[in-house]
């Protein structure tokens, strides 16, 4: 389930550098977080997912997800980007 930790990741970052996590899947994982189902009511810029135990910074999961960046898309949506 995308919104659940990856093993111990509590960070964002954590699951963006997983080495194990395909590219499609972190940014799954990521794109979960940020979303605003995850807001904290009192603090809509933190999110917290469940299994974390202390929310983080949309800013951090929005940076997470931009540093997985391109990785393993296809040529043809890489071409459409540039």
């Known amino acids: 389930m ?6 111990s990741a509590r960070h964002p970052f954590t699951i963006a550098a ?12 990521l794109a979960n977080w940020a979303s605003d189902v995850h807001a904290v009511e009192s603090c809509p810029t933190l999110r917290q997912p469940p299994g974390l135990d202390e929310p983080v910074s949309l800013d951090a999961v929005l940076g997470a997800l931009k540093s997985v960046g ?10 459409d980007r540039d």
């Open 2 to 7: 995308p919104g659940k930790p990856v093993g």
């Open 18 to 29: 997983h080495p194990t996590l395909e590219p499609e899947v972190k940014r799954a994982i």
């Open 70 to 79: 391109r990785e393993g898309l296809p040529g043809d949506i890489l071409a």
